[in-house]
């Protein structure tokens, strides 16, 4: 087993104990493919924290692992432990070409529905919680709308649909909207409702098609008062899947009931979406959550140094929130990051210690627009995932979609060709190439191509870029 970070309240027994049960828990392909290479496990200050190379994959083991990792910790250091899950853009050099390969594989198949499906398990309470959101310009609008829909009185909307990069709360006001929706009750019943994610929705569907229970899985879904559905973007290019939800939404809607929903892009840049999808999710409301402006990201620390009972002086709080632009997930990362230096050197946070300790990762993360917030936007648009723009394949879909990843990258962020490829798991030539194509694209006036379910695509340059440029305004 690979040596992993260990800080200097962590036996690196401990850490070997809880990696050892991580790898039983969800064997050893997937323990090989997301932590064998390029994550590093420590335990800090009471917490399991788990630094990654970039937001795709800490977004992928948030989703899937985490509840593994405090199951492991919690059974190896025999306390439970709250699970910290941060970005490290020097680990990307630790992963190896065919570990790539085989997070995309993973994704697809869990995606297409083609993995073992887990059993869907209807929570009482979720973790997070409306009134634990942070409220800002970037998302006050989409909070206001989450309120009321989780209301006493019927929403004048119908679906909700909240879309943003990954880590600035869509998750959490879908969760928040759950849990109220938990204490209401309708006719003196409790109110029935269910979150999933639309893999988990594809996965227990094509499930009960299999077994021919198709009859009690539409009626699970169809009766429900709230049904939230999270990452709806994976519903790309999966029409038996697509159809089956449209069904699914049409006899909630009619029955006056409600559907939220969140996706990583607007319903219109979602690739290889049923058109009549489309028009149902824009026919309801549709907000965009931003990256939280600075006073939301101060905020954002004060709540996160509670939680960790960290003492951060407000001119080191000042100097993370100008500089760190991005998710709640990085400012939380920063705190931990600095709570784990204050121990190791038996130091109190001050500025120059933070300037210090930050000054790679708040080079990295300058720009309001990160490489995961492209990566995002541009797979969502070709129908295919993040953990495809960092393989090895060259198929013309995937291969169009790492070109246009790789100069929106330049364009949008103050990464250089190497660090862009480093994050991609690319070289720096790849990256160089891959621009002076789109510029040829763009100065001729030619069109992209690609291929599609449905068949070959082509849109001007120009035109695409303009619009997944107009995602990140």
């Known amino acids: 087993m690979d040596a992993q970070m260990v800080s200097v309240r962590a036996e690196p027994a401990d850490i070997g104990a809880i990696l050892s049960s991580l790898q039983d828990r969800i064997g050893p392909q997937k323990y090989n493919a997301w932590f064998k290479h390029g994550a590093h496990l420590s335990v800090e200050n009471g917490h399991i924290r788990i630094s990654v190379p970039n937001p795709f994959v800490a977004n992928w083991i948030e989703t899937h692992y985490r509840a593994d990792i405090a199951a492991a910790a919690e059974a190896q250091t025999g306390q439970p432990r709250k699970v910290v899950i941060t970005i490290d853009p020097s680990l990307t050099g630790e ?22 499906p887990r059993r869907p398990v209807q929570a009482t309470q979720l973790r997070h919680t409306l009134d634990e959101f942070v409220v800002g310009p970037s998302n006050k609008l989409a909070y206001s709308s989450a309120l009321a829909v989780a209301g006493e009185f019927k929403p004048p909307f119908n679906p909700l649909f909240i879309h943003g990069p990954c880590g600035v709360g869509k998750t959490h006001l879908l969760q928040g909207i759950c849990n109220a929706f938990s204490r209401l009750r309708r006719s003196g ?11 988990q929705f594809t996965n227990e569907f094509i499930s009960n098609m299999r077994q021919r229970k198709l009859d009690e899985f539409r009626a699970r879904f169809r009766q429900l008062d709230l049904l939230a559905i999270d990452d709806v973007h994976f519903l790309s290019a999966k029409k038996a899947t697509q159809e089956e939800f449209l069904h699914t939404f049409n006899a909630i809607e009619s029955a006056g009931r409600q559907v939220v929903m969140a996706s990583d892009a607007h319903p219109h840049l979602v690739g290889e979406l049923n058109e009549q999808l489309t028009s149902r999710f824009v026919a309801g409301m549709v907000v965009k959550i931003d990256a939280p402006n600075q006073a939301t990201r101060m905020e954002i620390l004060r709540q996160k140094a509670k939680a960790l009972k960290m003492h ?7 100097y993370i929130a100008m500089h760190i632009r991005g998710s709640a997930r990085e400012l939380e990362g920063t705190l931990i990051k600095l709570s784990a230096l204050m121990a190791l050197e038996n130091k109190q946070i001050t500025p120059a210690l933070a300037i210090e300790a930050l000054a790679d990762h708040l080079a990295r993360t300058d720009s309001a627009i990160t490489l995961g917030d492209i990566e995002s936007i541009v797979a969502t648009y070709f129908g295919i995932t993040p953990a495809d723009i960092h393989s090895t394949r060259r198929t013309r879909t995937v291969s169009a979609a790492r ?20 994050s991609m798991g690319k070289n720096h030539s790849s990256v160089v190439l891959a621009c ?19 068949g070959p695509k082509s849109m001007p340059a120009a035109k695409l870029l303009e619009l997944l440029s107009e995602q990140f305004a």
Not at 189 to 199: G, I, L, S
Not at 312 to 318: G, I
Not at 404 to 421: C, W
Not at 446 to 454: D, F, I
Request: proline fraction near 6%; charged fraction near 25%.
């Open 436 to 454: 002076r194509r789109m510029d040829l694209l763009l100065s001729s006036g030619g069109q992209l191509k690609w291929a599609s379910p449905l």
């Open 312 to 318: 951060v002086p407000p001119e080191v709080m000042e």
């Open 403 to 422: 070109m246009v990843a790789m100069f929106l990258a330049r364009r949008h962020t103050q990464m250089s060709f190497p660090e862009i490829g480093r």
């Open 95 to 116: 992963l190896r070409k065919h570990q790539l390969d085989s997070q995309a594989d993973i994704v697809t198949k869990a995606t297409q529905g083609r993995s073992r």
């Open 189 to 199: 019943r409790p109110v029935a409702w269910r979150y999933v994610t639309a893999e």
